[in-house]
């Protein structure tokens, strides 16, 4: 059983997260420039034994897709071709922004450090991971 490696996609930059080899935490990765992405994960997929991607799936708050869709729809095609070994999932990523604004907030970590998007990035990446663990366990 590999990782699980999940995106949270963004037009210009894009946070990514990895589970443990047995799939019990899930850890910030890196956030990378959206136009390198499929090269990191190919480049992170040949070095680390990864069997699932799971790519956040955003969704308007009526359910809706949101206009990022657009991008990721495309996204998701071109890493089932690449990866044909590989699970690609989407899991829906309604609120992990905010919750990982607020988790980064009630951290500590100073207000500077906070403005960094490519830190929300990774964190939100992170939720979307462990929410999607916790899914397949059960719990």
């Keep these: 059983m590999g990782r699980i490696l999940a995106?949270?996609?963004g037009v210009?930059?894009?946070?990514?997260a990895v589970s443990?080899?047995?799939?019990i935490i899930?850890?910030?990765?890196?956030?990378?420039?959206?136009k390198q992405l499929e090269?990191?994960?190919?480049?992170?997929?040949?070095?680390?034994?990864?069997?699932?991607?799971?790519?956040?799936?955003?969704?308007?708050?009526?359910?809706a897709p949101s206009e990022t869709m657009r991008y990721i729809e495309p996204l998701v095609g071109r890493l089932r071709h690449n990866f044909p070994d590989k699970e690609v999932v989407m899991?829906?990523?309604?609120?992990?922004?905010?919750?990982?604004?607020?988790?980064?907030?009630?951290?500590?970590?100073?207000?500077?450090a906070r403005r960094d998007?490519?830190?929300v990035d990774k964190v939100a990446a992170t939720i979307i991971l462990q929410s999607y663990m916790e899914s397949q366990s059960g719990l």
């Design 7 to 9: 995106i949270d996609y």
């Design 12 to 16: 210009r930059r894009t946070g990514l």
């Design 20 to 23: 443990d080899p047995l799939r």
């Design 26 to 34: 899930a850890g910030a990765l890196e956030t990378v420039d959206t």
């Design 39 to 63: 090269r990191y994960i190919a480049d992170y997929c040949a070095k680390e034994d990864v069997s699932t991607i799971v790519v956040g799936k955003p969704s308007q708050m009526s359910g």
């Design 91 to 112: 899991y829906d990523e309604r609120f992990t922004s905010v919750i990982a604004q607020r988790t980064i907030r009630e951290s500590g970590i100073g207000r500077m």
């Design 117 to 119: 998007k490519a830190l």
